[in-house]
């Protein structure tokens, strides 16, 4: 066994501690990370407040994990020691089923393995995160960082990226195309800046007007403010991908109004309660209300190439690990430019 040192939560209303556990030994087509940074992203605050109702004590967060490879098992051909590697929201897959044979793994038919707060495949092997120190996974689901992009800034694209990547890509978002991002938060920020490197027509759409200037700085073209309801009135019909970023309870009839005919709503962001939707604004005019849930290991591999060759990085804090519950806090607020990546070497 691997010894390992992390920061974890015991309960949904307990600050997180530190925590000392134990990483499985590493088989033969493994590898051994040094973690060296771990993003936080809102669903695990969501997790270990037990605010899904599926929290399984103790929890290591964090699935936004860069890092370097400090050992390689005997069949591994993918990786070497010191190469830059990621881990994203899951470590495994059944591997056999329809959706895992045509690389759409994060919709395995049978279930991933969580990073955390679940299991490995075997069903008994229990998965803990990134907001740790060292971490084993099998090579077909480690990613490679491009050395062109720093580790801290490569973290929190194991999430936040490929969430919104994978739909935009999916929508064929690019040149012709008008985009809206809802949200300008760690998802919405990084809609924004691969919309606009898609080469697609960008406008956020926000209650805040004080992100305006941030917004056009990171490459929209417009900026809609939702706290003006006239703004619904005067752009409808205008968009044809809606991206909702936004983990709130929203009049989402409104904003089906800005769609197209045949125009496209995803819903990224996942609130703790369910929302109600009425369909005569998606009647009308033959709109869709869709999902979209991370992206494949194939697609995420492809979203940081993309971001390497477009420079296409998220706006960051690094924090020390000690200062992680004042963070959860922050982000509960909304008071972070834009992810908080917290330094892992430091544990």
């Not at 974890?8 to 134990?22: G, H, I, V």
């Not at 899904?52 to 051909?77: D, L």
């Not at 020691?81 to 919709?107: A, M, Q, T, W």
């Not at 005067?234 to 125009?263: C, H, P, R, W």
Request: charged share 25%.
């Amino acid at each position: 066994m691997i010894a390992a040192k992390g920061i974890a939560a015991f309960s949904a209303s307990q600050p997180l501690k530190p925590y000392t556990f134990e990483r499985r030994d590493p088989k033969e087509h493994d590898v051994v990370i040094d973690i060296k940074f771990a993003g936080i992203c809102h669903s695990d605050i969501h997790t270990v407040r037990d605010e899904w109702g599926r929290a399984n004590y103790p929890i290591v967060p964090g699935h936004e994990i860069a890092g370097v490879v400090k050992a390689v098992g005997s069949k591994v051909t993918k990786y070497k020691v010191g190469d830059h590697v990621g881990i994203g929201c899951f470590v495994d897959s059944c591997r056999h089923c329809e959706n895992c044979k045509n690389d759409l793994d994060n919709y395995c038919l049978e279930g991933f393995s969580s990073t955390y707060n679940g299991t490995e495949q075997d069903g008994v092997t229990p998965t803990q995160g990134g907001y740790s120190n060292v971490i084993v996974a099998d090579e077909n689901y480690v990613l490679r960082i491009p050395d062109s992009i720093p580790l801290n800034q490569a973290a929190p694209l194991l999430c936040a990226g490929i969430t919104l990547y994978s739909p935009l890509k999916h929508w064929n978002a690019g040149p012709g195309k008008k985009v809206a991002i809802m949200g300008l938060g760690g998802l919405g920020h990084m809609g924004v800046k691969i919309a606009r490197a898609l080469g697609a027509h960008v406008t956020v759409l926000s209650h805040s007007e004080k992100k305006r200037e941030d917004a056009l700085k990171m490459g929209a073209h417009e900026f809609i403010s939702t706290h003006d309801k006239s703004a619904f009135r005067e752009n409808q019909l205008k968009f044809d991908l809606i991206i909702n970023t936004v983990s709130a309870d929203l009049d989402m009839g409104a904003y089906f109004s800005l769609l197209k005919t045949d125009g496209t709503l995803v819903v990224v962001g996942l609130p703790e309660k369910p929302l109600l939707i009425h369909p005569f604004p998606l009647v009308g005019h033959r709109r869709s209300y869709a999902g979209s849930m991370i992206g494949s290991i194939k697609e995420t591999q492809e979203m940081l190439d993309f971001c390497a060759k477009h420079k296409t990085y998220p706006e960051i804090e690094v924090i020390e690990p000690s200062e992680v519950n004042v963070a959860y806090e922050r982000v509960i607020r909304s008071d972070v430019r834009y992810r908080f990546v917290i330094d892992t070497s430091k544990l």
